[in-house]
């Protein structure tokens, strides 16, 4: 059994690591942020990303004739901010933006300072996006509350822009926040990213902390964006009947033995052996089981290649999420001469793999 997981956990091995990453980098979860300039989208970015400006403005691409992709982090990327710079153009036609956001999960945050009650340029835009019916999941923040000292004052821009978008898109979610404030101390930060938790699962994961962290969880939390790099990676192309099949394992190999390096580590036959070892008796085959059900399920006609896909792809993204947490546990144990027990190896994976599918599959409809 181990020899026949080392093949499909053997990053020397796999082929498919580029075309797949490369797959995963066009789909990444996106934010398409829509708004007048000025109206706060980089600041947004920032606290989202904890980037500085200077960085997010350096890291923009063009990506379409009126928008520029910004993708986070740069090296290993989590997730995409698509910024729309078209607005000021009487024939802006948002079809090409909707494009580049392609089937990946993704929402539309608009943009809207509160004391601005001219948006025009955002609506007509807002209107155009919305007659596709293809994008149906938005948030509206209101920027700079605090510039408006008057509370009454300020509900009611707020509750003025709020009707100018209902007007045109129906219903909408919204949040207030200023990312400056009073004597430089930031407002709504917390509830804004709690909204973007709502509307992009990613975000959710990015922000989760280890509760009561000691040594091994704050090494861990180093690695983090790292193991979400390869769990996305994996999400994205498990999601394509028969491309996952080769995908996921050489995803995971890679991922692996990226970890093991970190700690000092080489990923070979007898580690993998010791590893799932240490998982307990079974696990080896259960995730060989598990796998090639997931696989098996994609190829049914319609219902496997939707339901199926993107079931598989919530599996895909908890189970390596869950697989590299406790391939770190176990990595720092055995560097530091006191290794997990089987117990606890399980337990953690089990509650890692429990929490990661209910924030994959939480996102608002």
């Not at 379409?64 to 153009?89: I, N």
């Not at 009561?212 to 969880?217: D, P």
């Not at 970190?262 to 079974?282: H, I, K, P, S, V």
Request: charged content about 25%; glycine content about 8%.
């Amino acid at each position: 059994m181990f020899k026949i997981i080392y093949e499909m956990l053997n990053p020397e091995k796999n082929s498919e690591l580029k075309p797949a990453f490369q797959y995963s980098s066009d789909n990444l979860p996106t934010l398409w942020l829509l708004g007048k300039t000025g109206a706060g989208k980089s600041s947004l970015i920032q606290s989202v990303t904890g980037l500085d400006g200077v960085e997010i403005g350096n890291g923009f691409r063009p990506c379409t004739p009126t928008a520029l992709r910004y993708v986070f982090p740069p090296e290993k990327p989590l997730m995409a901010f698509l910024d729309t710079r078209g607005l000021s153009e009487a024939d802006y036609d948002p079809l090409e933006d909707i494009r580049v956001c392609g089937s990946a999960s993704h929402a539309l945050i608009v943009v809207m300072r509160a004391e601005d009650p001219e948006q025009s340029e955002v609506l007509r835009a807002l209107a155009q996006i919305r007659s596709t019916g293809k994008i149906r999941d938005m948030l509206l923040v209101h920027t700079g509350i605090e510039l408006i000292e008057s509370i009454d004052e300020r509900q009611r821009c707020i509750r003025h822009n709020k009707n100018q978008v209902e007007g045109v898109w129906g219903l909408a979610d919204q949040v207030a926040v200023d990312f400056v404030g009073k004597d430089g101390r930031p407002a709504g930060i917390a509830d804004l990213i709690h909204k973007l938790q709502e509307h992009l699962p990613v975000i959710a994961a990015l922000f989760e902390e280890e509760m009561n962290a000691g040594v091994e969880e704050e090494n861990f939390l180093k690695l983090k964006k790292e193991v979400m790099w390869y769990a996305g990676a994996a999400a994205a192309t498990d999601v394509v009947p028969g491309l996952g099949l080769v995908s996921v394992p050489a995803i995971q190999s890679k991922m692996l033995h990226s970890l093991a390096r970190q700690y000092g580590l080489e990923w070979n036959r007898t580690l993998l052996r010791d590893f799932f070892g240490a998982m307990g008796a079974g696990f080896a085959l259960q995730y060989a089981a598990a796998f090639g059900r997931r696989q098996l399920v994609k190829l049914i006609p319609v219902y496997g290649q939707i339901i199926g896909g993107v079931s598989a792809g919530v599996t895909s993204y908890a189970f390596t999420y869950a697989l590299g947490r406790v391939a770190c546990m176990y990595f720092y144990g055995k560097n530091s001469g006191d290794p997990p027990s089987p117990e606890e190896m399980k337990e953690r994976f089990d509650r890692v793999f429990a929490r990661m599918t209910r924030v994959m599959h939480d996102k608002k409809d």
